[in-house]
């Protein structure tokens, strides 16, 4: 099965991320609350490199039980990366796009063969 | 601090380099052979701010100069010329490019450090020739003198003429006219309708002053005459009451640039300037594309039933819109239905120029019009260039002038 090295599991810090390439195309893996995702780093808007934008939670609004607004405040569970180009987000945790769940990245497998990381491209 | 990015395109903030963050642009353009033909790009940006320093040396008040050069020191503070708008273009740090451009580095001497930043993002997405246009000063219609319209658009303007179109035959612009004083006006385009890289003239449309006032037909004359398009270009304007009713940028920026230009056009078109100035070619610039069909069936249906309110016209407000000229930027593309029916109705084929916007937050590549289903070749080759070049009279020889990355 093709699989691509990403890097030893060593010294990709939590938090943090690998772009690495596999026949033409860029893949974004990404080291989040202890587990490893990897999408396909080309935007669904204009094809951008969304997996090297910058990483932010989700913007939640507020409401009270009679439903008037209180404010606004970041997600504590969801985090989103963020294509640089125009500002699309995804779900680190699914490459679902925040702004339209109907939309995802192309996702790959990650998997650890003793000290190193691979993705499965095949 | 380093950058995300790919093994070959990782840089620290110190490196950051817009032919890098474009890598993906400058991918599609080999893969769709832009360098089989010429593509313009009718609306782009600069920060002339950032070149404030060379322009104050064309403002020719002294008061003015001294209040605007005291206004630019680092420990200015509340002391500036140039009015602003609050808003949040960067989407609160998530287009990093907006934090980062004064990171990048151009060659000392070369260039205009203006010129050679466009020049880069134009190769990177393979855009031969671009219309430039300022960015803070889309804002200056509503500064509350006057006289600093005047005076720092002239300013601006004799700099742009003779430090950057002067000497870069790729970059050309349509000036900036101080439509509040309608005689500085006609003045500017006395001064600078022949001035090299010059195809045209801007009407920033954030302002308050309508379009069919009297005083303003001797400039629609003399443009007629030159074979010079106006062009009208969308903004925001927070502070404006109707505006101030929205609570986030994005509804702001969503409806505020496109409130102005349906406020012109409607005055444009009502008033008759289309029958007053058959052969003035009129452009509308940054407002998207999806309000035009909205506006032709608006007024259409009215204007049947008002008629004697509008008694200049011989056809029907669409049919005058028809004549016009868009820009594509910002594209609406989430329904490809709406679309195709939206390019019928303008008679996209002639009437549609391809604009990016670039450096903004919502600008679009050539592969927004390229990649659309129902174009034919000869369409997206029209929108991304041909019509531009018929339009503004543009020279370009055979030879692709992008060098693509």
């Excluded at chain 2, 700099?159 to 000497?167: G, K």
């Excluded at chain 2, 801007?202 to 009297?214: G, M």
């Excluded at chain 2, 000229?325 to 490809?336: C, R, V």
């Amino acid at each position: 099965m093709p699989e691509v090295f990403v890097e030893k599991v060593a010294d990709f810090a939590e938090g943090d991320r690998r772009i690495v390439f596999h026949d033409g195309s860029e893949i974004g893996v990404f080291h989040w609350q202890g587990e490893f995702y990897a999408y396909e780093n080309s935007c669904l808007h204009q094809g951008g490199p969304c997996c090297e934008g910058v990483i932010m939670h989700k913007v939640e609004d507020v409401l009270a039980p009679d439903k008037t607004w209180l404010g606004q405040r970041f997600s504590a569970d969801e985090a989103h990366f963020v294509c640089p180009w125009h500002g699309y987000e995804y779900d680190i945790k699914t490459g679902e796009c925040a702004g339209n769940r109907n939309l995802r990245l192309k996702s790959y497998q990650v998997v650890r063969r003793g000290a190193d990381l691979y993705v499965i491209t095949g | 601090m380093d950058l995300q990015g790919n093994q070959f395109q990782r840089m620290s903030v110190e490196e950051f380099d817009t032919t890098k963050l474009l890598a993906h642009a400058s991918k599609q353009a080999r893969e769709r052979g832009y360098e089989k033909f010429p593509i313009v790009d009718v609306d782009s940006h600069h920060y002339e701010n950032e070149s404030m320093a060379e322009i104050l040396d064309y403002l020719d008040d002294p008061v003015l100069r001294q209040l605007a050069l005291a206004g630019s020191r680092p420990n200015a503070k509340n002391a500036r010329i140039l009015n602003t708008m609050v808003g949040y273009q960067d989407m609160g740090g998530r287009i990093p490019r907006y934090g980062l451009r004064n990171y990048e580095k151009t060659p000392p001497g070369k260039h205009q450090r203006d010129t050679a930043l466009t020049k880069r993002w134009m190769d990177a997405v393979g855009v031969d020739i671009a219309v430039l246009f300022p960015t803070p000063m889309l804002a200056l219609g509503v500064h509350p003198q006057v006289e600093v319209e005047i005076a720092l658009s002239r300013a601006y303007n004799r700099w742009l003429c003779e430090r950057v179109l002067a000497h870069e035959p790729r970059l050309v612009s349509m000036l900036y006219l101080p439509f509040n004083d309608p005689d500085a006006t006609y003045q500017f385009v006395k001064e600078f309708g022949e001035k090299k890289g010059v195809v045209g003239f801007l009407i920033t449309s954030t302002r308050y002053r309508p379009v069919h006032a009297n005083q303003y037909m001797k400039t629609y004359a003399l443009l007629e005459e030159m074979g010079k398009p106006i062009a009208f270009h969308g903004s925001y304007h927070w502070h404006d009451q109707g505006q101030g009713m929205l609570n986030r940028f994005i509804s702001v920026h969503a409806l505020g640039f496109v409130w102005y230009n349906m406020c012109h056009l409607a005055n444009w078109i009502i008033n008759g300037l289309p029958e007053r100035f058959p052969k003035l070619k009129v452009m509308w610039l940054e407002s998207g594309l999806a309000w035009v069909p909205f506006m032709m069936q608006r007024f259409d249906n009215e204007y049947m039933m008002r008629t004697s309110e509008a008694p200049a016209l011989k056809r029907l407000p669409s049919d005058y819109m028809r004549d016009m000229y868009f820009a594509s930027q910002p594209m609406e593309i989430t329904d490809h239905g709406l679309l195709r029916e939206t390019f019928r109705v303008i008679n996209a084929e002639t009437q549609l120029l391809y604009s990016s916007d670039y450096p903004h937050w919502d600008f679009d590549l050539p592969s927004t019009i390229y990649d659309l289903p129902f174009l034919s070749e000869t369409a997206k080759r029209n929108i991304l260039g041909g019509n531009a070049i018929r339009l503004f009279n543009l020279k370009v020889g055979v030879e692709k002038l992008a060098q693509i990355a």
